[in-house]
C-alpha cells in the first residue's frame, strides 16, 4: 500500500525559560494512501505536537531538532515538509488544498475579525480560480453537510457567534473544503454531541472509501478508533509504543501502557457505577528525563532492567510493533533507522 506521508526519526524540541524540554523523541510513522490512522495517548503524550510538527506548524518556542516528513503529493514531486519555510510557497500550496488541518485549539485556525464564511472561502478562492459566488455556494454547501442548521444566515457570522460546537465545526469545514488528500483531525468531535459526531465521522469515512483519501485522527475516544481507524499508533511520553493495524492493537495489545489504556476504556452498555480501571502512578512531567522505559515506573511488569536502558521497537507479526522487553528474545528488534 503507497504511503501519503513517511515520517522519519522525528525529534521537536520547546523551550521553556532556559531549559530544552524534548516533546517528540525520534517518532518515525507512515500514513497510507486510502487509510486512517489513529493516534492515542494519554494528555501530554505528545500527539498534537507530532501532528503539528508533521506539517512544519510549531509555535515560536519549538524547533524541529531531527526528522523528515516526506509528503507524497499527486501534483508535486515528493517534498520534505520539515525542509521548507513554514509560511512559503511551498507550504502555503499545500496546507489547506492538499493537506486539510483541524486544530485542538480552534484558535489557531479561527480569525474573530473575519466571518465564518469569508475564512472558508478563502481558503477555497487561495487554492482555486473560481469565483465569490460559486466560492460562498461551496462553503454553504459544506457547512449543510456537517449539520450546521441555517446554514445560508450562518455563513456570514462572526466566529463569537458560534457555540463551541459550531466553531468546531467552521473549522471542519475550512479543513474539508477544498477535499485534501490527507486530513489532519485532531480531537475534530470533541465539543459535538454523539448525533452531529457520527455525521462528521461518515464524512471521514466516506472521503477514504469513496476517494481513497487519508485520514489522521487524534481521539481520546477508543470507541471510535475501533470503529474507524485502519491503524493505530499509541504514544506514551512522546514516544511510539505500539503501532499496528487497529485489529491486532485491540486483539492484542502487546505493551502494558496499550492494555492498560484499553482496560480503561468503557463499554456502551457498562455499569455506569462500575469504576473504569485507571493507569497506576502518575502521568509523567514530559519536562523530565527518564533513563530506559518511561513507563516502567507505572508498568506491573517492570523488571530492574527497564530503567536501564533504551528499549527498541520489537516486531510483534508483520508491521505490528511493541517497545516492550517483554518481546525480548522472542521477536526480532526493528531498525527504526
Ligand atoms: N509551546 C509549547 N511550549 C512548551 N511546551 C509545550 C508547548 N506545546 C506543547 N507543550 C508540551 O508538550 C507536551 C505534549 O503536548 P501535546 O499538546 O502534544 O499533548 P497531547 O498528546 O496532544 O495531549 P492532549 O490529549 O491533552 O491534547 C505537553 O507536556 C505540553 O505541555
Ligand atoms: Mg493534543
Known amino acids: 500500500m503507497e504511503n ?7 525529534s521537536t524540541e520547546f523551550k521553556v525559560g532556559k531549559n530544552i524540554i524534548r516533546i517528540v523523541k525520534n517518532v518515525s510513522l507512515d500514513v497510507k494512501k486510502g487509510q486512517i ?13 507530532t501532528v503539528n510538527s508533521m506539517v512544519n506548524l510549531l509555535p515560536k518556542n519549538g524547533k524541529i531538532a531531527s526528522g523528515t516528513s516526506m509528503f507524497k503529493s499527486e501534483s508535486l514531486k515528493d517534498i520534505d515538509i520539515l525542509a521548507q519555510k513554514p509560511y512559503g510557497k511551498t507550504m502555503r500550496k499545500i496546507r489547506g488544498n492538499e493537506i486539510g488541518m483541524i486544530f485542538q485549539d480552534p484558535m489557531q485556525s479561527l480569525n474573530p475579525v473575519y466571518t465564518v464564511g469569508y475564512q472558508i472561502m478563502e481558503n477555497i478562492r487561495e487554492h482555486r480560480d473560481i469565483s465569490k459566488s460559486e466560492a460562498r455556494s461551496i462553503g454553504i454547501e459544506m457547512i449543510k453537510k456537517l449539520g450546521i442548521p441555517e446554514a445560508e444566515s450562518r455563513f456570514d457570522n462572526y466566529p463569537h457567534q458560534f457555540s463551541g460546537g ?7 469545514a475550512i479543513a474539508m473544503v477544498n477535499n485534501p ?6 480531537e475534530p468531535t470533541t465539543a459535538l454531541d454523539v448525533t452531529i459526531q457520527a455525521q462528521i465521522m461518515d464524512l471521514m469515512k466516506d472521503m477514504r472509501d469513496k476517494e481513497g483519501k487519508s485520514v489522521i485522527l487524534i481521539t481520546h475516544n ?8 485502519d491503524q493505530v499508533a499509541v504514544m506514551y511520553m512522546g514516544r511510539i509504543v505500539e503501532y499496528g493495524e487497529v485489529a491486532d492493537i485491540f486483539t492484542n495489545p502487546s505493551h502494558p501502557y496499550t492494555k492498560a489504556l484499553l482496560k480503561s476504556v468503557p463499554i456502551p452498555g457498562m455499569d455506569k457505577n462500575k469504576k473504569l480501571a485507571t493507569i497506576p502512578g502518575e502521568t509523567p512531567d514530559p519536562a523530565s528525563y527518564v533513563k530506559g522505559c518511561e513507563f516502567a515506573s507505572r508498568c506491573q511488569y517492570a523488571k530492574e532492567e527497564c530503567k536501564n ?3 527498541p521497537l520489537y516486531r510483534i507479526e508483520g508491521n505490528h510493533v511493541a517497545r516492550c522487553i517483554l518481546h525480548e528474545g522472542s521477536k526480532e528488534i526493528v531498525d527504526e533507522n
Open 37 to 49: 490512522l489513529s493516534i492515542v495517548g494519554e494528555s501530554g503524550s505528545g500527539k498534537s505536537v
Open 4 to 10: 501519503i506521508i513517511e515520517l522519519r526519526n522525528l
Open 222 to 229: 477508543m470507541g471510535l478508533v475501533a470503529e474507524v481507524a
Open 309 to 311: 536502558r533504551d528499549i
Open 166 to 172: 459550531m466553531k468546531q465545526r467552521a473549522m471542519i
Open 181 to 186: 488528500d490527507l486530513l489532519i483531525a485532531d
